[in-house]
C-alpha cells in the first residue's frame, strides 16, 4: 500500500524567511496530493493541493511542487508570519481512494 | 453553516464502557470519513463510506462499528474502550471519493 514520508518534523524559521516541507510517496498511481495545516486544538484544513497532471501550483505565499518521476512534493512558504505556526500534513490519494497522510512538520515562526 | 460537525466534542469515559461520536456534514457529499489522531498527531483513515455503502475498512479492531443512516451522517460506535482508544476522532467529508476532504472539529476521547 501507499506510504508517506515526510521531512523535517520540526522546522523553526525567521519571521520573512522561506519554509520548505518535503515528502515522498511510494504508490506511482497515486494522483492527488493535498496539504492540511493544523493548529493547536483545532480540524485539519485544506491549504493547497495538487493533482498528478500539474508539476505547481501556487496560491499567494503558498506553492506546491510535484515530480512525478522521483515521487516526490513539497510545501513551499514564502514571506512566514507567527499565524503560519501550526503542524503541516502531506498527503497521498492512493488507488483505492485512501488518503495516507505523512507524520506531519511542527512549523514554528519567530517573530 | 457548519459544514461538518461532531457530537461531543470531549468524552471521558471508563475503560470497558461503549460510547457513540455522531458526525453530520451539510455540505451535500456523498462521501464521508473516519479518522484516528494518536498523541503523536498522526492521522489514519479507519473508514469511509460513499452514499451509505462502506467502501474503506481498514485494519480497526471490530469493536468499532460505524454506521450511516443517510449520505449526510456517519456516526461511530465503540464497544469495550479500551486505554489505547484515547485519541481524537475525525470525521471528514467530500463530494466524491477522491475528492477535497474536509474535517470536522474533532472529538477527544480519553478512557480511563
Known amino acids: 500500500g501507499e506510504n508517506v514520508e515526510q521531512h523535517p518534523s520540526t522546522l523553526s524559521v525567521q519571521e520573512g524567511d522561506s519554509a520548505v516541507i518535503k515528502c515522498t510517496y511510494s504508490d506511482s498511481a497515486s494522483n492527488y496530493f493535498p496539504w492540511y495545516k493544523q493548529e493547536l486544538g483545532k480540524r485539519p484544513q485544506l491549504i493547497i493541493d495538487i493533482r498528478s497532471n500539474v508539476g505547481e501550483k501556487k496560491d499567494q505565499r503558498i506553492a506546491v511542487t510535484l515530480n512525478k518521476t522521483a515521487k516526490h512534493f513539497s510545501l513551499h512558504i514564502t514571506e512566514t508570519q507567527p499565524e503560519d505556526s501550526a503542524v503541516y500534513f502531506c498527503?497521498?490519494?492512493?488507488?483505492?481512494?485512501?488518503?495516507?497522510f505523512g507524520s506531519g512538520t511542527r512549523l514554528l515562526v519567530r517573530p | 453553516d457548519t459544514a461538518v460537525s461532531q457530537t461531543p466534542k470531549y468524552l471521558v469515559t471508563q475503560m470497558g464502557n461503549d460510547k457513540s461520536i455522531k458526525c453530520e456534514q451539510n455540505?451535500?457529499?456523498?462521501?464521508m470519513y473516519w479518522y484516528k489522531q494518536d498523541s503523536k498527531k498522526f492521522l489514519k483513515i479507519m473508514f469511509s463510506?460513499?452514499?451509505?455503502?462502506?467502501?474503506i475498512n481498514e485494519t480497526v479492531p471490530n469493536r468499532f462499528s460505524p454506521k450511516s443512516p443517510d449520505k449526510a451522517h456517519l456516526n461511530l460506535h465503540i464497544n469495550s474502550l479500551e486505554l489505547g482508544d484515547s485519541a481524537v476522532y475525525f470525521c471528514?467529508?467530500?463530494?466524491?471519493?477522491?475528492?477535497?476532504?474536509?474535517f470536522g472539529p474533532g472529538t477527544r476521547l480519553t478512557v480511563l
Open positions: 471528514a467529508s467530500s463530494h466524491s471519493s477522491g475528492g477535497e476532504q474536509f
Open positions: 498527503a497521498a490519494l492512493d488507488s483505492s481512494y485512501k488518503l495516507i
Open positions: 455540505l451535500g457529499h456523498d462521501t
Open positions: 463510506y460513499n452514499n451509505k455503502e462502506l467502501i
